[in-house]
């Protein structure tokens, strides 16, 4: 028996707009009214709602349907979560739940029609953004930056993982990459709009709709026209989801280029900058966010509330609110959304009437906004500071390390090594590649002296790597591992000695 629910009344059904796939996918020939209407709901959807929802047709919603099934009969009876990557080879005794590589198609083709979509509403070219993405399909012996979240939850009450990302449930998320689809056999999800309102965005939904929400990377490149979506899970039980998160490539640029040549307003702080950056930038800010965080019984609703920057900032252009004005209703805009405002003669949070010869300016946000606004600038300046002097002192030890070793391999009369090798000092191992833990003084003790296998390569010289006896997972620079025939090599040199 299936175990996906009947779709709710419509009155239950969720104020997102929905669109069918087969009308957003690209094509080539003239400009279609159905296409444009699709463009038209899903930029509209998002501005209004921060999420859209994508039909799919008959075939990808019966292997959508096969991978949430496959979800279920994967995890059996135990909550889950399990993370597909395009490309990469699984590790010995690892196993994977079926249909991975048909879902990551199907999910990967819509993704990519929303994010043209996107760039087409905003006078761009509908191909502005695919340079930074993954080839497709991709090169041989290249695992993909996107990424298939599959999970499944049995809701027990003693349970604290929530489904898909591995976190509470309640606690609100925002995604890093581009855009973000969610599949679910059970309805379960809240999206704030950017009247900061939680409301439920997957009911009525089923299966064969995805739920469509904009990531970090996004509002990134279009300079704050296309904001983040804040989402949260607020049912834990018995739901089996997917979730695809379309990212950029670690050696891709983002910047807001496109955007500047199409006419629009480009923030200073939106820089260009390398998308691997990028990623380490924000996954030290959520590791220092989580760390402060307070324990669930006595975080209440902090999590919920607007951070300091996005009260200081417009939502539409991300520019700081330095010219900001107050409404007679109390409320203040600035920037672009003060624009908006004006032209519709009425405030978007209380719908109160607006005349603009009432309008006068707020001193008081102004001046913290560019208190603000000289903070966040000297602290990017700080950070690139750190980062250029971190990247000149790594050189110079690689340099010296490369000049100390070149007499032992001399004397061993070994062959120059690939041109790959010496490429970057700081990756001297590939993924899958068998290493030793030779570890430092932080190392814990049960993993020095261990075998281990390369798992994922990371920023900085980082590898994560895989204990083969114990199979613990570990995080080290490239200094505290060696390969595995490497000790060998060493005592044949002292033997000469």
Known sequence: ?????????????????????????????????????????????????????????????????????SARAFFCDRSGLYVYRAGRALDDGELSPACMSDAFR?????????????????????????????DN???????????????????????????????????????????????SDHPGIEVCNPNGHWYPADVGSSPDVLLLLTGRALSHVTAGLRLNSQYRIINNENRASLMFR????????????????????????????????????????????????????????????????????????????????????GHSFGGLMLKKVLELARCSICNGDVDEASLFPNLALRAVATVVKMEDDRRLFHNAALRKRRKEVTEHMDAQRRNGSSKDSIELGLEAESPRAFKGVQYPFVVGERVLIMGNKRTPDKFVGKEAVVTSQCLNGWYLVKAVDSGESIRLQYRSLRKAGELQVQALLQSRR
């Open 246 to 329: 379309l990212m950029p490539r670690a050696n891709a640029i983002l910047d807001c280029s496109p955007i500047s040549a199409a006419g629009h307003c480009t923030p200073q702080i939106h820089r260009p900058i390398s998308a691997s950056q990028f990623m380490d930038d924000l996954r030290a800010e959520e590791n220092v966010y989580h760390h402060l965080e307070a324990p669930p019984e006595s975080q209440g609703n902090f999590v919920n509330e607007p951070s300091l920057r996005s009260v200081l900032s417009d939502p539409l252009s991300g520019a700081f609110l330095e010219d900001a004005m107050v409404l007679p209703c």
């Open 106 to 134: 199907c999910l990967g083709k819509t993704a990519r029609a929303a994010l043209c979509a996107i760039a087409r509403n905003l006078r761009l070219r509908s191909d502005a953004f695919s340079h930074l993405l993954d």
């Open 137 to 183: 399909p991709l090169p041989l012996d290249e695992v993909s930056a996107s990424e298939l979240m599959v999970s499944f939850s049995h809701g027990h009450p003693q349970s604290s993982q929530a489904p898909m990302v591995g976190l509470r449930p309640s606690m609100a998320e925002v995604d890093r990459g581009f855009v973000t689809l969610v599949a």
């Open 1 to 69: 028996m299936s175990t996906f629910p009947p779709p709710p009344p419509s009155a239950a059904r969720s104020p997102v707009a929905r669109v069918r796939l087969d009308h957003l996918v690209p094509f080539d020939g003239a400009f279609t009214p159905a296409y444009a209407r699709a463009v038209e709901a899903v930029a509209a959807s998002l501005t209004r709602h921060g999420a859209a929802a994508v039909d799919l047709p008959a075939a990808d919603a019966a292997v959508v349907r096969c991978a949430l099934e």
